[in-house]
């Protein structure tokens, strides 16, 4: 699993600026999330990671055996107007992997998201639960070192919220590292071992989750946690 050491990132768009000197120390094991306010800089900050944006100024450290392999699962999955398969087929691309290589490892991640049946089914009649759990599948049939996950339950009722949980538990389980933006507190202590607090583009505290959780130190964290905040989030990114 890789370990992931952010530095004074910065980060502004249209004069907004999002990320202000952020720092912060990830571990390689198991589940970590971030976790503040509307604005905090929380997806900014997994999109940094991933590679999607480029800070201003700062540096982006992970640190493994080798390459890593990263996946992202956003908040509204951006799926292809093809099958399940042919979506889950396509991240493998990358991977130069023969035809009916890149096919069988397909079908096999979508039988573990309990996608199997669906193979066939275009990607956008599948109903919201299942479109996550087909981005879930995508990013697990590349075996990532590392899975980025952006609110991936927010929109979901709680059953399909409870199927998405227990895969990307599952996932950390198999030896991805995880880091995950929420806003569901109940979601973060069932989930994560150690949590992020940003508050104005910056990591204010971290801390094992339920030692965090039950005893901030932070005033922006007891803020955010008793659903008082006394500063002005931004509007550009969360």
Not at 135 to 145: C, G, I, N, S, T
């Amino acid at each position: 699993m890789p370990a992931i050491e952010l530095r004074d990132l910065v980060l502004s768009r249209n004069g907004v600026t999002i990320l202000d000197g952020l720092s912060a120390q990830i571990p390689a094991a198991g589940i970590t999330a971030l976790i503040g306010p509307n604005g905090a800089g929380k997806s900014a900050t997994l999109r940094v990671i991933d590679g999607l944006l480029a800070p201003d100024a700062g540096s982006v450290r992970i640190v493994g055996e080798g390459p890593v392999r990263r996946a992202f699962v956003f908040q509204r999955p951006a799926l292809l107007r093809a099958s399940a398969l042919a979506n889950v087929a396509l991240a493998l691309t990358p991977l130069a992997l023969s035809r009916d290589e890149r096919a069988r490892r397909a079908q096999a991640a979508l039988a573990r998201v309990g996608l199997g049946d669906r193979a066939a089914a275009p990607a956008t009649r599948l109903s919201g639960g299942e479109q996550q759990r087909l981005a879930l599948a995508r990013a697990w049939a590349v075996e990532p070192d590392l899975l980025l996950a952006d609110e991936p339950t927010a929109n979901l009722d709680p059953g399909a919220t409870e199927l998405v949980e227990g895969l990307i538990a599952e996932i950390a389980r198999q030896g991805t590292k995880v880091v995950l933006v929420s806003h569901n507190l109940a979601q973060v202590t069932r989930l994560a071992v150690d949590v992020v607090v940003l508050a104005r583009g910056r990591a204010v505290e971290q801390g094992p989750t339920r030692a965090l959780l039950t005893s901030p130190r932070a005033p922006e964290t007891r803020a955010y946690i008793t659903g008082e905040l006394p500063w002005t989030s931004f509007a550009a990114a969360s």
